[in-house]
């Protein structure tokens, strides 16, 4: 399987629970654990979160299968698009993945109203996902490049990946930003096929690349240390992470 989103890209469309404040203070004497910040999804998923540069992020991809107001999301991937209706997958099209890997979303659910996300909490612009990756040491003249892994000379991707899951060498896998990144895949409507878990991971955001076409994207690869910036149709289904407002 090619491990580029630029490669599968080109054969189809290119183009709460929780306060917002910093972790809390640890009362005087001793040196007592980090507090650990969860949010709880409509479904009762409860997700661990992580503090990155003043923004918290979920360090898990997003699993709820309803929205927001209790109403469920499809799991009719292929036939959504002809009514532009939300839907969501399993990750190499098996339930079982579901508890580590979260669900793969298209783009009508990441735009739907109802919302995906918990109360409190929202899907990523690619304004959020640049700070991000600036926040990571990638420079500024890259961050809206696209078709191609950027901040691979900082390992801004290296820096999100998870050290275990991935297919090897899962280069400059440290984590160290502590969000956890897995390789769920993705699932292309097109061809009605999800990929295998194990060598890519997709994130969507919330902001078009074309109206009324498709969202940008965030793609790591196992064999790459950078992150890749791109645009795909909504037919498409990726994983997602929230960020809270």
Same mark, same amino acid.
């Given at each position: 399987?090619?491990?580029?989103?630029?490669?599968?890209?080109?054969?189809?469309?290119?183009?709460?629970?929780?306060k917002k404040d910093?972790?809390?203070?640890?009362?005087?004497?001793?040196?007592?654990?980090?507090?650990?910040?969860?949010?709880?999804?409509?479904d +009762?998923?409860?997700?661990? &979160?992580? $503090?990155? !540069?003043g923004?918290r992020?979920?360090?898990? @991809?997003l699993?709820?299968?309803?929205?927001?107001?209790?109403?469920?999301?499809?799991?009719?991937m292929?036939?959504?698009?002809?009514?532009m209706?939300?839907?969501?997958?399993?990750?190499?099209n098996?339930?079982?993945?579901?508890?580590?890997?979260g669900?793969?979303?298209?783009?009508?659910?990441?735009?739907?109203?109802?919302?995906?996300c918990?109360?409190?909490?929202?899907m990523?612009?690619?304004?959020?996902?640049?700070?991000?990756?600036?926040s990571l040491?990638?420079?500024?003249?890259?961050?809206?490049?696209?078709?191609?892994?950027?901040?691979?000379?900082?390992?801004?991707? +290296?820096?999100?990946?998870a &050290?275990? $899951?991935? !297919?090897?060498p899962?280069?400059?896998?440290? @984590?160290s930003?502590?969000?956890?990144?897995?390789?769920?895949?993705?699932?292309?409507?097109v061809?009605?096929g999800?990929?295998?878990?194990?060598?890519?991971?997709?994130?969507?955001?919330?902001?078009?690349?074309?109206?009324?076409v498709?969202?940008?994207?965030?793609?790591?690869s196992?064999?790459?240390?950078?992150?890749?910036?791109?645009?795909?149709?909504?037919?498409?289904?990726?994983?997602?992470?929230?960020v809270?407002?």
């Open positions: 399987m090619n491990h580029s989103l630029t490669a599968f890209a080109a054969s189809i469309i290119l183009f709460a629970a929780c910093d972790d809390p203070a640890p009362p005087s004497g001793g040196t007592p654990a980090p507090a650990v910040v969860t949010v709880t999804d409509i +009762g998923n409860v997700y661990n &979160t992580v $503090l990155i !540069d923004d992020w979920m360090k898990e @991809n699993r709820t299968s309803r929205y927001r107001n209790g109403d469920v999301i499809s799991t009719d292929q036939n959504a698009p002809a009514t209706t939300g839907a969501c997958g399993y990750p190499g098996d339930p079982a993945n579901n508890t580590i890997y669900k793969l979303y298209n783009g009508y659910a990441v735009g739907d109203a109802r919302g995906i918990p109360a409190g909490w929202h990523p612009t690619d304004a959020d996902w640049i700070a991000l990756e600036m040491g990638m420079p500024l003249a890259q961050t809206t490049l696209t078709q191609e892994y950027r901040g691979a000379t900082q390992n801004v991707g +290296g820096k999100l990946k &050290t275990t $899951l991935w !297919d090897s899962n280069t400059g896998a440290t @984590n930003s502590g969000f956890n990144a897995l390789p769920a895949g993705y699932y292309m409507q061809s009605n999800y990929s295998p878990v194990g060598s890519v991971a997709y994130f969507l955001s919330s902001t078009d690349a074309i109206p009324g498709g969202y940008f994207l965030r793609g790591l196992a064999d790459e240390g950078g992150i890749d910036r791109n645009m795909q149709a909504y037919s498409q289904g990726f994983s997602c992470r929230c809270q407002d």
